[in-house]
């Protein structure tokens, strides 16, 4: 029998223990670290996992002292009870027959509070929290802490640690000169500035003995000024090996960075290629990370030599039985990760538990679960949008009986238009995965089917569940009829010409959304690495420090103005950890953005506007097409004649809300609706 991914499959022997494949779940913070009373959940989210497959996970950042600590009360484990805490967690995993390894994560001048310590007193851009120095007894401390986390997690049962070297974090903050103003041993040369990595791992490997897995997080390319070179990347690649680290895991980016790492827009596999360079520098096993969602890409980074093994951690969010699915040939059945991060780690930022926006089971495995139907029913389902398809595959997954309606002649709704969006095109992967799902679970899909009211009062269903989203508001703007205004989907589903110079009116998702396809017609970075790094300024961090050169950005397809009426920062309301990489391509192209703006009327010459409440600066913006993107309202014309004759409908999705609606919600509510039917 041939195996479908026999790279990404294959065991790996650590010599003392083997890891049953080359998938490593990265760590991600849930939340549910930071709370006693989640101990359960997270167990039964990592044994679901361990459930589908994966070969190793390594837990969220969990802090080996207060000092380490993300935000107050964040996850530690520096106590005996702390670990009997922790206990279930390892025993769920392992019952499952999973490994499990706990990270070790230190913020240093990261945390969000006061009791914050680096290497020099030197604020991070990213928390208000000025971080103490520490003096060498100080350093000593927090070795120790490592220690002694390392020991308590293995009291726990975990197989291995994962002390998180990477991302701008506390260890990290000792390796560059950037943060590290140090005059003594511990600061200056580069020698004293890895002492702090190599004495952890050295200490930590005496106290837990030689069969415990420590993985090494390591950066590999900082992308910030007084970054690491890459002759002091390898040399302490090296050293951590001989310290006694049985893995090196790869790390991309401080957070600090203004270089995208991980979003949507970023190609897939972009920093694989950073991982190979150290390939043949050291022998004990390399992982490589960051935007592989695919066991495609998966394996053929691993044919191809990249590395030893594969971090997925967001993938495996979005679907926990990725491996088990690819390992039996059936790939197309995996929901894959569109790297949104509207779920996860938007909500880690927003003090939220983290979910995922395909799969709204994640981290609530213990509350939203998909239990067989006791009675099916006959369901119609009118709309195939996000909301609609989850409401669908959920309810006949359960045994429902159910028809999926839908007036265009494809699944999908809005998603359509969002994949056409330069670096969406992940987008196209959650409707590969629904219309795999709608066979498997037997939906009866009837496209190109324009559901009138009649048709539901006139055909038995149980029950009839409204999803048909949303239709464009009308802004009433003087003049918006002249042929030259388009709307969104003008622009983006009917291929409408749009000329040369353009406004957008209205900065919110979508507006953003049509000025980056506006600007980069036809070409999207995403799919063209190569170009894609020059773009953002990303070089070889054996040529450049840190990995930061110059960028080069390519001329705008078009001229765009982006406006809003609100006087705030156009881009204000897109995600937290997205929301500056969308501003920044729009700006890298040119886009002039203005807030506070009224609209005064439209007319042969162009977009006539002026600022504020006093109509000041009266400006003619001369343009070629303008284009709508001023929101939505929901569309639910079947509701009102439904309710009349006496027939209750549920509405899901857009149709429901059509305020700060995004997929996020729809699918959510269609798969909590579907779940209680
Ligand atoms: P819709 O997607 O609007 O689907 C409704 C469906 O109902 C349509 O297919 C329609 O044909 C069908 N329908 C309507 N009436 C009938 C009828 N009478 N009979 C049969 N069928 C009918 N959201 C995010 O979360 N993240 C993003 O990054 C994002 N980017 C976007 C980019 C763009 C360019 C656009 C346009 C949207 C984006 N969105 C994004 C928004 C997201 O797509 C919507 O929130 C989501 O599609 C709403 O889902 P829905 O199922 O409620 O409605
Ligand atoms: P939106 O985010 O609500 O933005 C609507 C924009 O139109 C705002 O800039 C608003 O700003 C303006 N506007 C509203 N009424 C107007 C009027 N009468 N006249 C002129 N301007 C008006 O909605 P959207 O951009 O249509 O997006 C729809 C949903 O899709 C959003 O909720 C969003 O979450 C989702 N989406 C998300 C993403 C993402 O990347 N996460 C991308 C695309 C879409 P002013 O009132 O200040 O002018
Ligand atoms: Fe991936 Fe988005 Fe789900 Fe996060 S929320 S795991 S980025 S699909």
Not at 203 to 232: C, N, Q
Not at 371 to 398: D, E, N, Q, W, Y
Not at 626 to 644: D, F, N, S
């Given at each position: 029998?041939?195996?479908?991914?026999?790279?990404?499959?294959a065991?790996?022997?650590?010599?003392f223990t083997?890891?049953?494949?080359?998938?490593?779940?990265?760590?991600?913070?849930?939340?549910?670290?930071?709370?006693?009373?989640?101990?359960?959940?997270?167990?039964?989210?990592?044994?679901?996992?361990?459930?589908?497959?994966?070969?190793?996970?390594?837990?969220?950042?969990?802090?080996?002292?207060?000092?380490?600590?993300?935000?107050?009360?964040?996850?530690?484990?520096?106590?005996?009870?702390?670990?009997r805490?922790?206990?279930?967690?390892?025993?769920?995993?392992?019952?499952?027959?999973?490994?499990?390894?706990?990270?070790?994560?230190?913020?240093?001048?990261?945390?969000?509070?006061?009791?914050?310590?680096?290497?020099?007193?030197?604020?991070?851009?990213?928390?208000?929290f000025?971080?103490?120095?520490?003096?060498?007894?100080?350093?000593?401390?927090?070795?120790?802490?490592?220690?002694?986390?390392?020991l308590?997690?293995?009291?726990?049962?975990?197989?291995?640690?994962?002390?998180?070297g990477?991302?701008?974090?506390?260890?990290?903050?000792?390796?560059?000169?950037?943060?590290?103003?140090?005059?003594?041993?511990?600061?200056?040369?580069?020698?004293?500035?890895?002492?702090?990595?190599?004495?952890?791992?050295?200490?930590?490997?005496?106290?837990?003995?030689?069969?415990?897995?420590?993985?090494?997080?390591?950066?590999?390319?900082?992308?910030?000024?007084?970054?690491?070179?890459?002759?002091?990347?390898?040399?302490?690649?090296?050293?951590?090996?001989?310290?006694?680290?049985?893995i090196?895991?790869?790390g991309?980016?401080?957070?600090?960075?203004?270089v995208?790492?991980?979003?949507?827009?970023?190609?897939?596999?972009?920093?694989?290629?950073?991982?190979?360079k150290?390939?043949?520098?050291v022998?004990?096993?390399?992982?490589?990370?960051?935007?592989?969602?695919?066991?495609?890409?998966?394996?053929?980074?691993?044919?191809?030599?990249?590395?030893?093994?594969?971090?997925?951690?967001?993938?495996?969010?979005?679907?926990?039985?990725?491996?088990?699915?690819?390992?039996?040939?059936?790939?197309?059945?995996?929901?894959?990760?569109?790297?949104?991060?509207?779920?996860?780690?938007?909500?880690?930022?927003?003090?939220?538990?983290?979910?995922?926006?395909?799969?709204?089971?994640?981290?609530?495995?213990?509350?939203?679960?998909?239990?067989?139907?006791?009675?099916?029913?006959?369901?119609?389902?009118?709309?195939a949008?996000?909301?609609?398809?989850?409401?669908?595959?959920?309810?006949?997954?359960?045994?429902?009986?159910?028809?999926?309606?839908?007036?265009?002649?494809?699944?999908?709704?809005?998603?359509?238009?969002?994949?056409?969006?330069?670096?969406?095109?992940?987008?196209?992967?959650?409707?590969?995965?629904?219309?795999?799902?709608?066979?498997?679970?037997?939906?009866?899909?009837?496209?190109?089917?324009r559901?009138?009211?009649?048709?539901?009062?006139?055909?038995?269903?149980?029950?009839?569940?409204?999803?048909?989203?949303?239709?464009?508001?009308?802004?009433?703007?003087?003049?918006?009829?002249?042929?030259?205004?388009?709307?969104?989907?003008?622009?983006?589903?009917?291929?409408?010409?749009?000329?040369?110079?353009?406004?957008?009116?209205?900065?919110?998702?979508?507006?953003?959304?049509?000025?980056?396809?506006?600007?980069?017609?036809?070409?999207?970075p995403?799919?063209?690495?190569?170009?894609?790094?020059?773009?953002?300024?990303?070089?070889?961090?054996?040529?450049?420090r840190g990995?930061?050169?110059?960028?080069?950005?390519?001329?705008?397809?078009?001229?765009?103005?982006?406006?809003?009426?609100?006087?705030?920062?156009?881009?204000?309301?897109?995600?937290?950890?997205?929301?500056?990489?969308?501003?920044?391509?729009?700006?890298?192209?040119?886009?002039?953005?203005?807030?506070?703006?009224?609209?005064?009327?439209?007319?042969?010459?162009?977009?006539?506007?002026?600022?504020?409440?006093?109509?000041?600066?009266?400006?003619?913006?001369?343009?070629?097409?303008?284009?709508?993107?001023?929101?939505?309202?929901?569309?639910?014309?079947?509701?009102?004649p439904?309710?009349?004759?006496?027939?209750?409908?549920?509405?899901?999705?857009?149709?429901?809300?059509?305020?700060?609606?995004?997929?996020?919600?729809?699918?959510?509510?269609?798969?909590?609706?579907?779940?209680r039917?």
């Amino acid at each position: 029998m041939t195996v479908a991914y026999p790279h990404l499959l294959a065991p790996l022997d650590l010599g003392f223990t083997t890891l049953k494949n080359r998938v490593l779940m990265g760590s991600m913070h849930t939340g549910l670290e930071d709370s006693r009373k989640h101990v359960s959940r997270l167990a039964a989210y990592f044994a679901e996992r361990a459930r589908g497959g994966v070969g190793l996970i390594v837990t969220g950042g969990v802090a080996p002292n207060i000092a380490g600590w993300t935000k107050p009360l964040a996850g530690t484990l520096a106590t005996h009870s702390a670990a009997r805490r922790h206990k279930p967690i390892p025993d769920a995993v392992h019952a499952e027959g999973g490994k499990i390894a706990l990270q070790i994560l230190h913020t240093g001048r990261y945390g969000y509070h006061p009791f914050a310590v680096a290497p020099s007193p030197i604020k991070s851009p990213i928390s208000p929290f000025a971080p103490h120095g520490l003096s060498a007894s100080g350093i000593e401390r927090q070795i120790q802490a490592f220690v002694r986390c390392s020991l308590l997690a293995q009291e726990a049962g975990y197989d291995g640690a994962e002390i998180m070297g990477s991302e701008g974090y506390f260890i990290n903050q000792f390796l560059s000169l950037h943060t590290n103003k140090r005059k003594d041993e511990w600061g200056g040369d580069y020698a004293n500035r890895m002492r702090l990595p190599v004495e952890i791992i050295t200490r930590v490997r005496e106290a837990v003995g030689r069969s415990f897995i420590i993985i090494y997080r390591l950066s590999m390319l900082d992308l910030i000024p007084d970054g690491s070179s890459w002759d002091e990347i390898v040399l302490l690649a090296k050293a951590v090996e001989k310290a006694g680290a049985t893995i090196i895991n790869t790390g991309i980016g401080w957070h600090e960075a203004r270089v995208p790492t991980i979003a949507t827009s970023v190609p897939r596999g972009a920093f694989a290629w950073v991982t190979r360079k150290m390939k043949g520098e050291v022998g004990i096993p390399l992982v490589t990370t960051n935007r592989i969602n695919t066991p495609e890409v998966a394996e053929q980074l691993l044919a191809d030599g990249y590395a030893d093994m594969i971090s997925m951690a967001r993938p495996l969010l979005a679907d926990a039985e990725f491996v088990n699915k690819a390992a039996a040939g059936q790939a197309e059945r995996i929901n894959t990760c569109i790297a949104c991060n509207q779920a996860c780690l938007d909500h880690a930022f927003k003090n939220k538990i983290a979910s995922c926006l395909v799969n709204p089971r994640a981290c609530h495995e213990t509350e939203l679960n998909y239990a067989p139907a006791t009675s099916p029913k006959r369901i119609a389902v009118v709309g195939a949008g996000p909301a609609g398809l989850a409401a669908s595959t959920v309810l006949a997954g359960r045994g429902h009986k159910v028809d999926l309606f839908d007036a265009a002649s494809e699944i999908g709704g809005q998603f359509n238009m969002a994949k056409k969006v330069p670096g969406k095109e992940e987008f196209e992967e959650t409707l590969r995965y629904f219309r795999s799902h709608i066979r498997t679970t037997g939906v009866q899909l009837k496209l190109g089917h324009r559901v009138s009211a009649e048709e539901l009062i006139g055909t038995k269903y149980d029950a009839e569940i409204l999803a048909t989203g949303v239709t464009p508001s009308d802004p009433k703007i003087r003049g918006q009829d002249h042929p030259m205004v388009l709307s969104y989907i003008d622009v983006l589903r009917n291929a409408k010409s749009v000329g040369k110079r353009v406004a957008v009116i209205g900065a919110g998702g979508i507006g953003f959304d049509i000025s980056e396809f506006l600007v980069s017609e036809g070409h999207s970075p995403t799919l063209d690495l190569q170009a894609w790094l020059a773009e953002w300024g990303v070089g070889d961090p054996a040529t450049t420090r840190g990995g930061l050169k110059r960028p080069e950005i390519s001329a705008p397809a078009r001229k765009v103005t982006l406006l809003q009426r609100k006087d705030a920062k156009p881009g204000a309301g897109l995600g937290k950890t997205t929301g500056w990489i969308h501003r920044s391509a729009l700006k890298m192209k040119q886009v002039e953005m203005l807030a506070g703006v009224n609209y005064d009327g439209i007319d042969d010459r162009g977009l006539h506007i002026s600022f504020g409440e006093k109509k000041e600066k009266p400006t003619l913006i001369e343009v070629d097409n303008i284009v709508l993107c001023t929101g939505q309202e929901p569309l639910r014309e079947l509701e009102g004649p439904l309710k009349a004759a006496g027939i209750s409908v549920h509405l899901i999705g857009g149709a429901d809300v059509a305020a700060e609606l995004d997929a996020k919600r729809a699918i959510d509510q269609g798969s909590r609706l579907a779940a209680r039917l």
